[in-house]
């Protein structure tokens, strides 16, 4: 209910407290099946400071507009791209609907089909439906990286663009994008990758010498790339990426907005009035951690997932679904449901789905958390 007479401050925080009781904080440890994670305490400061920015009015807020420029150069040249063109959007699913978008306005085609692995993130059944593109859902090998013949098999003179995943979102997967840039180099199809997750994990994960498939735009086929600074980069929500190799990309997404405050600007994202203070955010972090920063969350985030995998494989009835690339493992077990159920009603953070929990070590997930979650799972499989 509107109410007619405002309550005070304590009153309102005192209710809000009450009721957000029951949702569960990443700083209890008790999330593990989640992309996302506490911000940085640096982030949070920078939030605070710039919250009024709006990035859909940049002709006010010059210098903001700036910052996202640099925020998304610097995300290129994480990418090995020294000129990239895109934005600081609210999220995976926003990146994902942009470059689908650019794909469709640049193809002169009269239905599009964009085809994607079987593991692809819901995001694409929106853009899906919002721009009238068929989607085409390739197979997945043994290894639940995507079967690159079989993309081949499924390209038609329809194809817009063609989809591989670096950190599936369920076992977090990196596909063959080499294959993948290659097949798209040889049939002219622009190809995109959806690095929402891993965007923030591959780069220094092959720098700690783990053995990965390249992923980004040091693939010549590789012309756009979804990577979220609000998962393993630490932002607050909301805080994704999308990354054009060129700006025929961007502008073929671009649209004007001419009535605004600050003078006319063409916009490319959906969401029209934005947070610069996240895109502020983005920067600032990238800043204050540098390349060897990350290094350092990541090099935890993957040391845990292996002690994790190890752990799950002496339980009995539980088993593994694959071996982990990223710092995501995903585990099976009799029952299921069950077992979720009765997981989730002690108070963790997880859920089921095609066939397994999915364990995604976030850098609030500390050893002695999951300890406490394998004694509850081994309790919870005995028969
Ligand atoms: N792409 C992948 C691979 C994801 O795992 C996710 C989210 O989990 C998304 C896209 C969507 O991101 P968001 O929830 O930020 O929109």
């Excluded at 610069?276 to 350092?296: D, M, P, Q, R, S």
């Amino acid at each position: 209910m509107f109410s007619r007479k405002g309550a005070s401050e304590e009153e309102v925080l005192a209710e809000l407290e009450e009721k957000t009781a029951e949702d569960l904080t990443f700083g209890s440890g008790r999330i593990l099946g989640s992309m996302c994670t506490y911000p940085h305490p640096f982030a949070q400061k920078i939030v605070m400071k710039y919250i009024d920015r709006n990035l859909g009015d940049p002709g006010l807020h010059v210098g903001s507009q700036k910052i996202e420029e640099e925020a998304v150069e610097m995300l290129s040249s994480l990418l090995g791209l020294e000129k990239g063109y895109g934005n600081i959007v609210s999220g995976g699913t926003e990146a994902n609907i942009l470059a689908v978008r650019a794909f469709r306005n640049l193809a002169d085609v009269e239905k599009p089909e964009l085809i994607l692995p079987k593991s692809a993130h819901f995001s694409f059944l929106k853009a899906s439906e919002m721009l009238g593109v068929k989607l085409v859902w390739a197979e997945l090998k043994d290894d639940y990286s995507v079967d690159v013949k079989d993309v081949e098999a499924k390209i038609t003179e329809g194809t817009i663009g063609i989809v591989g995943i670096a950190g599936t979102t369920g076992l977090g997967v990196v596909d063959d994008i080499p294959a993948l840039s290659d097949l798209a180099l040889d049939y002219g199809i622009p190809l995109h990758v959806d690095a929402a997750f891993g965007g923030f994990v591959i780069p220094f994960a092959k720098a700690l010498g783990y053995d990965l498939p390249d992923f980004d735009f040091r693939l010549k086929g590789v012309q756009s790339i979804t990577i979220d600074p609000h998962k393993m980069g630490m932002a607050p929500i909301p805080a994704g990426g999308i990354i054009f190799r060129k700006k025929k990309f961007l502008e073929a997404i671009s649209v004007p907005a001419p009535y605004l405050a600050g003078g006319k600007v063409w916009q490319a994202t959906i969401t029209g009035t934005r947070p610069g203070a996240n895109a502020l955010a983005v920067w600032a972090l990238i800043k204050h951690l540098g390349f060897e920063g990350y290094k350092e969350v990541v090099k935890r985030a993957m040391e845990l997932s292996r002690w994790f995998a190890k752990q799950i494989k002496k339980i009995p009835g539980v088993y593994l679904i694959r071996e982990p690339m990223l710092n995501i493992v995903s585990f099976g077990t009799k029952n299921l449901e069950d077992v979720e159920k009765e997981l989730k009603r002690r108070g963790w953070g997880i859920s089921a789905h095609r066939g397994y929990i999915r364990i995604v070590m976030m850098p609030h997930v500390k050893r002695e958390h999951l300890e406490k979650f394998l004694g509850d799972l081994r309790e919870v499989t005995v028969h």
